[in-house]
Structure formats: structure tokens, C-alpha cells
């Protein structure tokens, strides 16, 4: 391969006719607005481009996808195949870089066009506190519809490019004017015009095309060496995880991959933000595959033939794993108390059961066996991927249709230190939220106001209470959620005025408050005492154990 050079403006327009696309195994583009101008005002001070890597796809069959014009945060993108025979480029490296100039300069980020500052600049008279690298180019976004209170020496972008060669210095003669501005200003916003259009013109920017010379197909080279080249220049630069070089690799080998990937995402964001991505998914086919757990293309190379059978099996277990979570056989109603990895176990089990579905008799076992997973922090920790690969053994030996729980639990025992297996006093202070949602069952849960957000709060305040019962003050049978708002408004107040209004039955079913008259100062320490015996009798029931 030769270095060529081309012109920013000529390689967007060929991207602007269909010349020049992404090839699937590219991640979605990911670069921020600060990203986008910082690379204008790079462009502006002359600093090298940098390298894009081009692929002729003349002699394949490419799935890809187009440039997008007008970009969206989280917007879904539709892919194409490009059949054998029809010439076209594809960006191996690059993306990031040439559709930030895309948008900039034909499109829209979130609805807004790029405008450039045009009396910006080191010469500029900008405070230097304005840009995070200096006296730099200034590079804004605003909504066309939005003139009123957008300062009039921002100039759209897209504009200044339009401009006919032949009437560049009138153009720029109007827009000074404009403005206006005189003297120095105006021939620092002259010299600032001519430069943007010059470095968009001029041809500065390196390129190498593989098979850029190849004319028959037994000379195009092999996709699986593109691959390499793909995953091997992807290192540098804005890098690309394992899991993304892994999704890669899956969008060559699975047309389809793409969609199904982000259907299967779609359906289980309708339950709320969950934290669950394509690099959850690709860990819990892994799982699900019995194939080595491990975030490596090789492991996709050798293994995606037993992989793609299991996706749906896979994708029918991640649903009913989640909505066994949030069933009022676990009560688990908000992403906060569930790191989503804690999910992969159960959705190996349930990948393994006749539609996907939990046994009737296994229920309290599959609940425990997450419940104490997340007490004890056992995916969490160190190695989680090996950990799951440990308890994936485990269930691997039983009878598909029963949840090991004495084994489940003895390897977690037996893989982490400290761990336990049992309910007790110490398992409750380990994570003080999850022991509450069992505690006042349903009082964690995603709101849709702040007001409702539960929040652990003191039912004797801290701010009275510690500097003479220290660390007492945290115990467990001293905490309760509480709604934000109320927790705000009950500030310090202390609970045997708080609570003076609340029913008896109230306080029993909600708070676990079994006895009103312990809510008084001088019962502070039994009030702590009896009730985290109750907190630990009714996490014990619930966890059978």
C-alpha cells in the first residue's frame, strides 16, 4: 500500500455520493461534541491529520452501513449489503474522525449545526479560561432556529464551505460586514475564513487503500487478513475494547448479528435502564455457549459456530431472568441493586429450561443464589469472568431443572474469602440497601420523580444520635428507606415526633417497627437492638437460610 492524499472536503463528498462507507465490524460512532471541536480547531492550527486506512471492497460482499447526516445520541443504525462487483471503499480506521467532520459540516449533532467564531483564534482576543487548550478556534453548535441569542460572529460552517471559489472574497467581505467588524478584527475574521477553507481543500490528509491496485478477485486479499488489519490498527487511536474488536468479528461472521443484537437491547430497555450492552450480551452468550469465557476474538474465531444457535436461547433467558428479578418472588425493582454481570449464572440455568422458563420448585433456590451472589459481591470482585466459568462448572453438573444452591454456595465459599452461605448480623451491614429492600419489601424502586427516590435514611438522626452512640448510628436497625422528599422534609426531626401520625399497622408493614415506645431517646440502643433481630429474622425467611 502507497500513501496518497486527499482533501477533507473531496473525501466527504465522495462519502456524500456512496463512494465511501463503514464496514459493519466498525463499533457506532461514540465522539462527543468537545471531540468534534477540538478536531475543528486541530484542523485550524495545521496539526497533522493522521492516517485513515481505506478497504476496495470491489470483490466482496460487504455487509456496511452509510455516514449518518444528522446524528443522534443512542439512534439505532440500519445496515446494508454491498454486493461483489460494485466498487466501493470502506473506512477501517478513521470512522470517528471523518464522521465528526461529516456532521460538521453536512449535517446536524442533536439537532444542531456547527458555527466557527470566526474573530476566535491564538491571535483572537478570547479570554484563554474559554478553551481547555489555550486561545483556541472556536467551534460551537447551535440550532439554526435559534438567531436571536446566537452571537453574530458565529458563522454556520456549512456555509463557509458552499462558497463558489470565484466568490470567496466577496463572501467573506458580507459576512465581516455582517457582522460588522473593523480594523484588526476584521482582518483576523478574513484570514480566519480563508484559512478554514484552504485546510478543507487542500489535499493534506494521508490515505491508504488496501487492494487499491488489486483488478481480479483471487488478488483480493482474504477477509479474515482485513480483520486482522482492522483489529491490529484499532489499538491506537480512540481504541476499540476487546468486546468491541469481539462484536466486530461477530457482525463478519453474522449478517445478522447487527439487528438481533439491537432488537434484543430494545426489549429489555423497555423494563428501564438496566445497564445491560453488547458487551453484557457477548459475555452471556459466551456462558450460555459453554465455549471459554474469555474477552479474546480468538475465542469468537474458533467458537461462533456453537455460538449463533445459542443467541436465542440465550436472548429468551436474559428476559426471564429479568423479569424474575423484578417478580415478587425477588423483589428487585431497581437497576441500583443489581450490577447486571450477577444475571449471567441465572440466565445459564434458565437457558437450559424448556422455553426458557423458571421451575415452579426452583424459584426460592434461584432467588437465594442471587440474593447471596449479590451480598457477597462474588461476580464483583476479582476475575468475574473466571467466577462465572466456576459456577457455570457447577451447574453444569446437576440436573439441568434444579438449582444447585448447596454447591453454588460451597464455591463461593471455597473462591472467596470472608464469603458466607448463611444469614447473619455481619451479611446485613454488607450492603445496608439490599438488606432494606427485603426489610420493607417494594420501597426500592425506580420513580419517575425525584421526590419518590428511596433513600436510606436514619430513623434516629445521625446528627443527634452519633456523638454519643457512634457507629450505632449506622446499624442496620437503625435505617430505613424513605422517600427523598420526605427524607428532606423529616431532616432531623426525631421519630417519636416523625412518626406520631403513622398508624401502628403502618409502622409493622412498612418500617418494621414492631413497638411505638421504643421510638423515644432513652430506648435508643433497644430500639437498635430488637429491631435488626426482626431485619434479620425476615431476611432469613426470605432467603430460606
Same mark, same amino acid.
Given at each position: ?40 480547531? +486541530? ?313 426458557? +422458563? ?188
Amino acid at each position: 500500500m502507497t500513501p496518497k492524499t486527499a482533501s477533507i472536503l473531496s473525501l466527504l463528498n465522495d462519502i456524500k455520493n456512496g463512494d465511501v462507507a463503514l464496514p459493519d465490524l466498525q463499533r457506532d460512532f461514540v465522539w462527543k461534541e468537545e471531540d468534534i471541536r477540538l478536531l475543528m480547531d +486541530s484542523i485550524m492550527r495545521g496539526y497533522p491529520f493522521g492516517l485513515l486506512l481505506f478497504w476496495n471492497t470491489q470483490f466482496l460482499e460487504v455487509v456496511y452501513r452509510e455516514f449518518v447526516t444528522d446524528y443522534t445520541k443512542g439512534q439505532t443504525f440500519v445496515t446494508k449489503v454491498k454486493p461483489k462487483g460494485h466498487k466501493m471503499r470502506m473506512v477501517l480506521d478513521g470512522q470517528q474522525r471523518l464522521q465528526s467532520l461529516y456532521v460538521a459540516i453536512f449535517g446536524t449533532y442533536d439537532g444542531r449545526r456547527l458555527f466557527f467564531n470566526i474573530t476566535s483564534g491564538p491571535k483572537g482576543a478570547a479570554a484563554p479560561e474559554d478553551d481547555s487548550i489555550g486561545r483556541g478556534y472556536r467551534f460551537e453548535f447551535w440550532r439554526d432556529d435559534d438567531e436571536s441569542n446566537r452571537p453574530k460572529r458565529l458563522v454556520r460552517v456549512a456555509d463557509i464551505v458552499r462558497w463558489p471559489v470565484q466568490n470567496e472574497k466577496t463572501e467573506i467581505r458580507k459576512v465581516v460586514q455582517a457582522v460588522p467588524l473593523q480594523a484588526d478584527e476584521a482582518d483576523l475574521a478574513e484570514d480566519n475564513l480563508k484559512m478554514l477553507r484552504a485546510f478543507l481543500r487542500e489535499e493534506i490528509v494521508p490515505v491508504e487503500t488496501i487492494d487499491d491496485t488489486v483488478y481480479e478477485a483471487d488478488q483480493a486479499m482474504p477477509l479474515e487478513h482485513v480483520l486482522e488489519i482492522f483489529v491490529r490498527v484499532n489499538q491506537g487511536g480512540t481504541k476499540l475494547s476487546r468486546s468491541d474488536l469481539m462484536f466486530s468479528l461477530i457482525k463478519t461472521k453474522w449478517v445478522a448479528a447487527r439487528g438481533k443484537f439491537d432488537a434484543l437491547l430494545a426489549e429489555v430497555a423497555k423494563v428501564g435502564e438496566l445497564g445491560i450492552d453488547k458487551d453484557f450480551l457477548i459475555l452471556a452468550l459466551l456462558t450460555v455457549a459453554d465455549v471459554p469465557i474469555e474477552a479474546d476474538v480468538a475465542v469468537i474465531d474458533r467458537h461462533w459456530d456453537s455460538m449463533e444457535p445459542k443467541f436465542s436461547a440465550m436472548g429468551t433467558a436474559l428476559k426471564t431472568a429479568i423479569d424474575f428479578c423484578r417478580s415478587a418472588d425477588a423483589r428487585v425493582l431497581t437497576a441500583k441493586l443489581l450490577p447486571v454481570n450477577t444475571l449471567v449464572p441465572m440466565v445459564y440455568f434458565l437457558s437450559r429450561q424448556p422455553k426458557g +422458563s423458571v421451575p415452579d420448585d426452583q424459584r426460592k433456590n434461584l432467588r437465594a443464589m442471587l440474593y447471596f451472589l449479590l451480598f457477597n459481591e462474588f461476580i464483583r470482585g476479582k476475575s468475574p469472568n473466571a467466577r462465572i466459568r466456576y459456577l457455570r462448572d457447577v451447574l453444569k453438573k446437576g440436573p439441568p431443572a434444579v438449582v444447585p444452591l448447596a454447591a453454588i454456595l460451597a464455591e463461593l465459599e471455597k473462591r472467596q474469602r470472608g464469603a458466607t452461605s448463611a444469614t447473619t448480623f455481619e451479611m446485613l451491614h454488607w450492603n445496608k440497601p439490599l438488606t432494606l429492600n427485603i426489610a420493607q419489601p417494594t420501597a426500592a424502586k425506580d420513580t419517575l420523580s425525584w421526590q419518590e427516590e428511596p433513600q436510606v435514611d436514619h430513623v434516629f438522626p445521625q446528627s443527634t444520635f452519633r456523638p454519643v452512640h457512634g457507629d450505632l448510628v449506622d446499624d442496620i436497625g437503625n435505617l430505613a428507606y424513605l422517600g427523598r422528599l420526605r427524607n428532606i422534609r423529616k431532616n432531623d426531626e426525631p421519630p417519636w415526633d416523625y412518626f406520631k401520625d403513622v398508624s401502628d399497622d403502618e409502622l409493622k408493614e412498612d418500617f418494621l417497627i414492631e413497638d411505638r415506645t421504643l421510638l423515644a431517646r432513652e430506648h435508643f440502643k433497644e430500639f437498635v437492638e430488637k429491631r435488626r433481630v426482626l431485619i434479620l429474622d425476615r431476611v432469613k425467611a426470605f432467603l430460606g437460610r
